[in-house]
């Protein structure tokens, strides 16, 4: 026997197995195939329910109520409905440009925000805090993305239609969303 040997026992510390009965194992797997199923198929039902809310929220309340003239109805058992009104806008991104010379020809260029985005490599952290003309002098190549955050947007739209500013709505992707609250 050598001097780095272990002669321990350590037998004492040793577990049984469990007993693993290959029945439970398929059945689970059954169960858990059904569970899945079961999930999608009310995936699939809450999708079909979300969908025809929309019509009736979304279409066919508004409609109604627009051709009867009423902003507000109250039923015999005290359910009110009342017709919401949301701007919905996010700019297509093939038409950015047009929006952006619209705001900037506007006034309203300072929505537009503009991201400056590079990559360093380790230990150039000083470097970073640089501005972006500097970078370019150094060798480097930033990119510039502007964009305009889609709530800030809705809020603009809101405004200047609100103020009676022709703007252009498909330029913006901007539109009316009406809906209606049962309560």
């Not at 359910?79 to 991104?93: F, Q, V």
């Not at 590079?118 to 990119?143: C, D």
Request: proline share 3%; hydrophobic share 35%; charged share 30%.
């Amino acid at each position: 026997m050598t001097e780095n040997e272990d002669t321990s026992d350590y037998s004492e510390y040793e577990t049984e197995k469990p007993v693993v009965d290959l029945n439970v194992l398929a059945k689970l797997a059954t169960e858990q195939k059904k569970a899945e199923l079961d999930v999608s198929e009310a995936e699939e039902v809450l999708k079909s329910a979300k969908a025809v809310l929309k019509d009736i929220s979304e279409h066919k309340f508004p409609e109604l109520m627009d051709s009867l003239g009423l902003k507000i109805f109250e039923t015999d058992d005290g359910l009110k409905i009342k017709i919401d009104e949301k701007i919905r806008a996010s700019i297509p991104a093939a038409g950015f440009g047009l929006a952006e010379k619209w705001l900037t020809d506007n006034g309203h260029a300072g929505i537009i925000k503009n991201e400056v985005k590079m990559q360093f490599a380790a230990g150039q952290f000083e470097r970073a805090s640089k501005i972006t003309k500097e970078l370019t002098e150094l060798g480097y190549e930033p990119q510039s993305k502007k964009s305009v955050h889609a709530s800030t947007l809705a809020s603009f739209v809101k405004t200047q239609l609100e103020e009676g500013i022709d703007i252009p709505m498909k330029t913006f992707g901007a539109f009316k969303q009406r809906s209606t609250k049962v309560s």
